[in-house]
């Protein structure tokens, strides 16, 4: 989650004298997708044509969402997980690309991370509506349909294979972050490098807006509160945590984090922030931080990560390291 302070400059060209005045204004829209509202700000010096470029931003984003989801019956990635066993099958590309990436990144993390994870997720989601969990031979069904090992891609011609009948894929918060890269990208590209671009608690981040040293950046962890702002830029972050999506059964609350060893929600509270170059790497390796037994494992799969990883049990030391360990 984040907190944004912004300012507008009056950003003066010259040379030797004063020749003209540029000034840059902030323009901010948002829409909504993936199940989130994707927020953009950005600073530029003609309104009508940063309009047209966050428009179309968002309808590139827009398709990718469509794509990617798995709530619908005939997006891309549901046909392609109703696909035949052994049966390759080509792909778009984007969604061959955060397939990719994601699969990569099971590989790294030997599976804390698993795009694969979508029969447990359904079964989540059943829970969450009805407050019972599912029961062991519930669980042994989706396990056996589960597992990145189980899923292969070839670059050549951007196909993609699963090896057996009856999986389904989550892409989930990955595919949020991916999304907030093609926003950002689209109007970097279109020469709006002071942007950011928020989904829920993924966070893309450009230049510092005008006359200022970042973009202040607070996070919520176990509490609505937020903490002191973060001042970043040219970065990503995510957190990751229950805050928001929890279901209490029993005596215990389950996390949206889906366990691979157990096949349920987490139920250690833990809330993970990851600071990376890219919004499509800090949410994914958000949740792996919640999930994996040494988060701090992670520094080594992704040396460019800074983590900051919080107990709501005193009595476990946090993680902090990279750009935390100055805030």
Same mark, same amino acid.
Not at 17 to 35: I, T, W, Y
Not at 72 to 98: I, T
Not at 146 to 170: C, E, I, R
Not at 230 to 243: E, P, R, V, Y
């Given at each position: ?11 003066l ?6 020749e003209?005045?540029?000034? /840059? ?8 997708l ?5 927020? #953009?700000?950005?600073y530029?010096?003609?309104?009508e ?6 428009d ?5 984003a ?6 990617a ?13 109703k ?7 080509? /792909? ?5 690309? #955060? ?7 099971a590989?790294?993390t ?40 189980h ?5 050549d ?12 894929l989550? /892409?989930g ?16 590209n ?5 942007t950011l ?18 973009w ?47 096949g349920?929600?987490m ?10 170059p ?5 949410d ?8 994996i037994?040494?988060p ?5 799969i992704?040396p460019?990560?800074s983590?900051?990883? /919080? ?17």
């Amino acid at each position: 989650m984040k907190s944004i302070a912004l300012a507008s400059l009056i950003f003066l060209t010259s040379c030797g004298e004063k020749e003209e005045e540029a000034v /840059l204004r902030r323009k901010e829209s948002q829409r909504p997708l993936m199940g989130t509202l994707f927020r #953009v700000v950005t600073y530029v010096d003609d309104d009508e044509a940063g309009r047209k470029a966050m428009d179309e931003a968002f309808e590139i984003a827009a398709d990718f969402a469509t794509a990617a989801t798995d709530y619908e019956a005939d997006s891309e990635l549901n046909l392609f997980c109703k696909s035949a066993a052994g049966e390759p099958v080509k /792909l778009s590309e984007h969604l061959f690309g #955060v397939l990719a990436l994601a699969h990569q990144l099971a590989i790294d993390t030997a599976g804390v991370y698993d795009p694969t994870l979508g029969p447990l997720t359904h079964l989540w989601r059943e829970s969450k509506n009805s407050g019972i969990l599912p029961d062991e031979e519930m669980l042994k069904a989706a396990k056996s349909v589960s597992g990145y090992q189980h899923l292969s891609l070839n670059p050549d011609d951007q196909t993609a294979t699963l090896a057996l009948n009856g999986m389904q894929l989550d /892409l989930g918060g990955i595919a949020k972050g991916y999304a907030a890269d093609l926003i950002f990208e689209h109007l970097k590209n279109a020469g709006y490098n002071q942007t950011l671009v928020a989904a829920a608690g993924d966070i893309r981040l450009g230049d510092a807006p005008p006359d200022k040293e970042g973009w202040g950046i607070a996070l919520r962890t176990f509490r609505l509160t937020p903490s002191e702002p973060m001042f970043l830029k040219n970065c990503a972050i995510s957190t990751s945590g229950d805050l928001y999506q929890n279901v209490q059964i029993g005596k215990n609350k389950y996390s949206h984090l889906i366990d691979p060893k157990t096949g349920l929600g987490m139920t250690s509270r833990r809330a993970a922030s990851v600071i990376a170059p890219f919004a499509q790497l800090t949410d994914p390796l958000a949740t792996a931080a919640c999930l994996i037994d040494e988060p701090a494992q992670l520094a080594n799969i992704r040396p460019d990560l800074s983590l900051r990883i /919080l107990y709501e049990d005193p009595n476990i030391q946090p993680v902090v390291t990279g750009a935390f360990l100055a805030n």
